[in-house]
């Protein structure tokens, strides 16, 4: 997925101003990837000089406004058509960071474990609170839009719940001594075991 | 906010000596008035024992119960049966509803065993049904309703009368997704009228309706997502 897709789909609705562009762009994605009204334009002139958007002359206020070739719309087509693949997806950081945990010395990886459940735990009761209480309704559309991505962001969160939970029992079969013996200190646990000065360099001695 | 259910430093050991078993140690856990919070952890994190301990279905072997203000540890068995019958309802994953009773009579029950007469229980229990909307199907017998219909049902026994804390184990452990969601919500509602509620769940979606989710590990807390984060080292031993 690319800038450049969405602004073609959006186009495909008829001519738009950057700025309406960026609007629309934000809405329909639920503000989920904020835009500049920079990126448009500079997106909107590669793909003018692509041929995939043609510039109409300014108007009276000096905005120009863009629309869909035969060509933008072909790309769009195939766009729509093709499943996404995993190239198309940035690396899992969370994943890398597990394995590198995993793999370094003296890292505390059920502790890593821990804080993730957390974050994402209090980012899927978050989620949860849009879906309970939605916010004003803007148009049918544009709520079946955020509907869509919501659920998409509450499902991807209870998944990585899922699988951090599984790599606890991984980890704990793994490492049974010291998933025992060092429950993983809390934030503001009433339960943190006695622990000796917070020195990271102590613990890679 | 005020506090429905209080566990402080609850430990409840099994056995003596070298064959002693900590089901929980050090356990403190609040819930306040109108406040729905999840428990998470795995199995033989002391999941069930905090439910147990928190239903006064267990005594603690140290520390402190507290329902409502009253100190469990304190009550004699009379007192705390009132005590659970007229404050404590109870949500079980299979419902736990009589079947050869209706909706209407498995709401009544628990006000009838505590004396309430039977035009009054059965009064009370119609309406506890109209307020989780089965108010239709209150002479239905359990076979004959959906399982979110039972499930709402046994909501409905759980908060009839004066029960101020439900006590929930899994309650949508045995629905899909889409029903799950409505007991969630009406969990919620309930809630949103002051009623205070302690969940234990290996659902995460689910869990993520409540305030606050608590995570056990080892018969402790391990964290707790109503607590505001605090920059550590994850480092062992740091």
């Known amino acids: 997925m690319s800038i450049a897709h969405g602004l073609l789909a959006l186009l495909q609705d008829g001519p738009r101003y950057g700025y309406q562009l960026r609007v629309e762009f934000e809405r329909a994605t639920g503000s989920t990837w904020p835009l500049n009204v920079g990126q448009v334009y500079t997106t909107l002139a590669r793909l003018e000089r692509d041929g995939q958007?043609?510039?109409?002359?300014?108007?009276?206020e000096g905005r120009l406004r863009y629309e869909l070739t035969?060509?933008?719309?072909?790309?769009?087509?195939?766009?729509?058509?093709?499943?996404?693949?995993l190239g198309d997806r940035p690396r899992d950081e969370l994943a890398i960071k597990l394995a590198l945990a995993a793999t370094?010395?003296?890292?505390?990886?059920?502790?890593?474990?821990?804080?993730?459940?957390?974050?994402?735990m209090q980012r899927l009761q978050e989620l949860t609170r849009l879906k309970r209480d939605p916010g004003p309704t803007v148009s049918g559309d544009t709520d079946l839009a955020w509907i869509l991505v919501l659920d998409n962001l509450r499902f991807m969160a209870e998944?990585?719940?899922?699988?951090?939970?599984h790599c606890e029992g991984t980890l704990t079969r793994a490492r049974p001594a010291a998933a025992t013996s060092a429950p993983a200190p809390a934030p503001g646990s009433d339960q943190v075991p006695d622990q000796p000065s917070a020195d990271p360099q102590e613990a890679l001695r | 906010m005020s506090t429905a259910l209080s566990l402080v430093e609850v430990d409840r050991i099994h056995g003596r000596g070298?064959?002693?078993?900590h089901a929980v140690r050090g356990l403190t856990v609040h819930v306040g008035v109108g406040e729905l919070v999840a428990v998470m952890g795995p199995s033989g994190s002391g999941k069930s024992t905090l439910l147990n301990l928190a239903?006064?279905?267990?005594?603690?072997?140290?520390?402190q119960v507290l329902v409502d203000g009253a100190e469990l540890g304190e009550l004699s068995p009379k007192e705390l049966a009132k005590l659970r019958r007229r404050r404590v309802g109870y949500v079980f994953q299979d419902f736990n509803l009589i079947p050869s009773l209706t909706a209407a009579e498995n709401v009544a029950l628990p006000l009838e065993l505590d004396g309430v007469r039977a035009r009054t229980a059965r009064g009370q229990a119609v309406q506890a049904l109209a307020e989780v909307d089965l108010a239709d199907l209150a002479d239905r017998l359990p076979q004959?309703?959906?399982?979110?219909?039972?499930?709402?049902?046994?909501?409905?026994r759980a908060v009839v009368g004066e029960r101020s804390l439900i006590l929930a184990d899994e309650p949508t452990g045995a629905l899909d997704s889409e029903t799950g969601e409505q007991v969630m919500r009406l969990l919620r509602e309930r809630c949103a009228r002051g009623v205070a509620a302690l969940m234990v769940t290996h659902d995460?979606?689910?869990?993520?309706?409540?305030?606050?989710?608590?995570?056990l590990r080892d018969g402790a807390v391990l964290d707790d997502t109503g607590r505001p984060s605090e920059p550590e080292s994850l480092l062992a031993g740091s």
Do not use: C, K, Y
Request: cysteine-free; hydrophobic content about 50%; charged content about 20%.
């Open chain 1, 53 to 60: 958007v043609a510039g109409h002359a300014p108007d009276g």
């Open chain 1, 104 to 120: 370094a010395a003296g890292v505390d990886v059920r502790a890593v474990v821990q804080v993730q459940r957390v974050a994402t």
């Open chain 2, 204 to 215: 995460a979606g689910h869990a993520a309706w409540a305030d606050r989710v608590v995570f």
């Open chain 2, 55 to 63: 239903g006064g279905l267990d005594r603690a072997t140290a520390g």
């Open chain 1, 159 to 165: 998944a990585e719940l899922r699988w951090l939970e």
């Open chain 2, 18 to 21: 070298n064959a002693a078993v």
């Open chain 2, 144 to 156: 004959d309703m959906s399982g979110g219909q039972q499930q709402r049902v046994a909501i409905a």
């Open chain 1, 70 to 85: 035969a060509s933008g719309r072909e790309t769009l087509a195939g766009w729509f058509s093709r499943p996404v693949t």
